[in-house]
């Protein structure tokens, strides 16, 4: 989960991420939404309740899906 407007975690340094779980075969998906850095934190200006609300259920579909 990446926010696009996160400073800490540029486009290259998430291509970066994505190319190394590539090439050691794991299975995953990348989910970037239109936040800020750790915009699933329920405190602060960053905070985003829809994209978070997303977040968790795309990463505990994601989890039922290969955990079933």
Do not use: C, S
């Not at 996160?6 to 970037?32: F, M, N, S, W």
């Not at 990463?59 to 079933?68: G, P, Q, S, V, W």
């Amino acid at each position: 989960m990446f926010g696009k407007k996160d400073p800490h975690v540029p486009p290259e340094a998430r291509e970066k991420i994505d190319a190394a779980l590539k090439e050691v075969g794991t299975r995953y998906e990348t989910a970037l939404f239109d936040a800020e850095h750790a915009f699933m934190r329920d405190e602060g200006p960053r905070w985003d309740p829809e994209a978070t609300d997303e977040a968790w259920a795309r990463a505990i579909a994601f989890l039922r899906a290969r955990l079933a």
